[in-house]
């Protein structure tokens, strides 16, 4: 089984994320980087199934150099090589897809699995485009898989309920929180990780349409909440919320 | 030019508020732009469903039918709603971004090539949008370009149309599908059963934490409040990661984002993820035995206490209220 991993580096989750003053961007300055905690997961169920059946599981970036660190601890938690697809570019989720697409084409995984969302843009889309474009099913949000032969069958959390689909393989599979708990990378997979396979490729040597149709012109601080009045008691709580907030 | 063709979303033939903060939305955009709202509803007898849609003032309904529309599949669906929005040349597809919204529109937005915004919160006049990223804590501006754009808008960001208004025309289409390019199975749908109202409906929601310690403590604690206000349950994800609740109660960043006019928050931190999901409500409680807790800072009324004695103390007195 050869799985395709496309991973995103964001700020860590516990960052606090300050806009900067003209809205061109946000301050980087005390961010430090991870992978995407949904691309971990991806990494993590891609190993698992790697260990139940032997396989490989390449992983795949599309960003700048210093991207190659998140590859690297990838690499160190057991995936077998990487790729990174380099551009300093800012990409829509559509170009994303195109060149993961053309990843994909040339190195014909059986599954690609990835991040249901990036938590830095929560835009939630590339992986259901790079089924499309794959002409490939798609299982997004996945809380469960399993594997039987060339046939796949995966447990979404959805609106209302737990639905199960299934499809023969290849895939594009999307996975949610509760897929599993990412392993660290131990000390062993640190080292072992110096040595293997990075790949660098240009992304404008693709040949894909790389022109973004979705495009970011400001960014703002949401407005701020009013809080922090504190209430004596139980009672008090229940009397404001009926005679002054008026809801109860 | 400017045409809105809004996707229906619907349970069995009812549409759920959620559906319908999708069709305001998608009135108000085709009213700026200029052009018609367009209503599709999919199934394999969308009939009925799309009759009682063609109430809410838009401009025309469209019902989509084919065998393969049956149970929800992003394929199928996908090739249905390309070939519909590319023979109307609407300008516009929309959706709320459910659990359905959030698998179907990426994926017709690659198939027509279309750029595509999640989870909107706003339309400006100048054909920008505005949408959360970084969980919320950054408002972005977008633009799309291209003769054909694909959005998803946030159901708590957008009223519900309302019924009024000339009839809509309905007219039933058969969908283009080629069936031969079909490759995903519906296996089976587990539907959560409760009596409560759903987390994205209801006008009162409580949510439990980590501080309730155990499974056992939102039955015996916490439900007796829920039950008293007739509100929905929901939980941050650590309760849920810890299995005091199912999954679907999450709220936050990666749960169900919620605006209820009252929330109440008990035994809830108040992590960025968290507040993601639920800091637009209109009021705001919190009950933590921490001063500290963040979740204070975004609360209307906070109480700092002990959840075990509060709580219990607010549904006696809720009671008391409703018997007096
Ligand atoms: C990528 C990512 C996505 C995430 N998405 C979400 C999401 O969608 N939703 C979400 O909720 N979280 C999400 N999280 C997790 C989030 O960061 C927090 O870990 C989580 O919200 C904490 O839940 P909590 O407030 O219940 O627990 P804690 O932070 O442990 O807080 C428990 C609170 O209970 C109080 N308490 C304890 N005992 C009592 C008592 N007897 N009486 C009164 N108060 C008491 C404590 O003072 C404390 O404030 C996400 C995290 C990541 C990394
Ligand atoms: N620049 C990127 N390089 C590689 N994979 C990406 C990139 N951006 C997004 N992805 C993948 O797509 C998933 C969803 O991201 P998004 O659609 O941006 O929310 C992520 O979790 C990654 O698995």
């Known amino acids: ?248 | 030019m400017g045409d809105v063709l809004i996707f229906a979303e619907h349970e069995g033939g009812h549409f759920p508020k959620s559906t319908l903060t999708a069709v305001h939305a998608g009135l108000e955009l085709a009213k700026k732009r200029g052009g018609k709202a367009i209503v599709v509803v999919a199934g394999d007898a969308p009939e009925a469903a799309a009759g009682e849609i063609a109430k809410y003032g838009v401009a025309k309904v469209i019902a989509l039918a084919h065998p393969a529309l049956k149970n929800y599949l992003a394929d199928a669906h996908t090739q249905a709603l390309a070939a519909l929005a590319k023979k109307e040349g609407a300008e516009f597809v929309i959706a709320t971004a459910t659990a359905m919204g959030k698998d179907l529109f990426p994926r017709l937005a690659a198939r027509l090539g279309a750029g595509m915004a999640s989870e909107i919160t706003a339309i400006n006049d100048d054909q920008s949008f505005v949408r959360p990223t970084y969980a919320g804590n950054v408002m972005a501006t977008v633009e799309i370009d291209g003769p054909i754009k694909v959005l998803t808008v946030r159901g708590t960001a957008f009223d519900a149309a309302k019924p009024g208004g000339a009839v809509a025309p309905v007219e039933k289409r058969n969908a283009e599908i080629d069936a031969g390019a079909l490759k995903m199975e519906f296996v089976s749908f587990n539907a959560t059963k409760s009596d409560r109202p759903q987390l994205t409906e209801a006008r009162i929601i409580v949510s439990g934490g980590r501080g309730l310690k155990a499974a056992e403590n939102f039955k015996t604690v916490l439900e007796p409040l829920v039950d008293e206000l007739g509100a929905a349950m929901g939980a941050s994800r650590a309760a849920v990661d810890a299995g005091f609740v199912p999954n679907d109660l999450q709220v936050g960043q990666t749960g169900k984002v919620v605006a209820p006019e009252l929330y109440i928050a008990v035994g809830i931190s108040g992590a960025i993820q968290h507040l993601a999901g639920m800091k637009d409500s209109k009021v705001i409680c919190a009950i933590n035995k921490d001063e500290e807790a963040p979740i204070f800072a975004v609360s209307d009324y906070g109480l700092v206490a002990d959840l075990f004695k509060a709580v219990p103390e607010m549904t006696e007195e809720i009671k008391k209220l409703k018997h007096s």
């Open chain 1, 1 to 248: 089984m050869k799985i395709l991993v496309p991973i995103k580096r964001v700020p860590d989750p516990a960052t606090t994320i300050r806009v900067l003053s003209d809205g061109s961007g946000i301050a980087t300055d005390n961010v430090k980087w991870v992978i995407n905690p949904f691309c971990e997961i991806a990494i993590e169920e891609a190993l698992r199934i790697k260990e139940k059946q032997t396989g490989e599981v390449i992983l795949v970036t599309v960003g700048q150099s210093t991207w190659q660190e998140q590859l690297r601890t990838g690499l160190a938690m057991g995936a077998d090589r990487a790729i990174l697809v380099k551009t300093d570019a800012a990409l829509d989720s559509l170009a994303i897809a195109r060149i993961l697409a053309k990843i994909a084409g040339d190195e014909k995984p059986d599954l690609v699995i990835l991040g249901k969302q990036a938590i830095d843009d929560d835009s939630n889309q590339v992986g259901q485009m790079l089924a499309e474009m794959l002409g490939w099913p798609q299982a997004t949000f996945a809380s469960k898989i399993e594997i039987a032969a060339d046939k796949i069958s995966v447990l979404r959390e959805v609106d209302g309920g737990l639905e199960t689909i299934g499809f023969k393989l290849p895939a594009v599979v999307t996975a949610d929180l509760r897929l599993n708990e990412p392993r660290y990378a131990s000390l062993p997979g640190i080292m072992k990780a110096r040595k293997k396979e990075m790949k660098e490729i240009a992304a404008d040597s693709l040949g894909v349409d790389l022109a973004p149709k979705l495009k970011t012109k400001t960014l703002a601080a949401p407005p701020k909440r009013q809080g922090g009045r504190k209430i004596a008691s139980a009672q008090e709580m229940v009397s404001l919320l009926h005679t002054e907030a008026k809801v109860i």
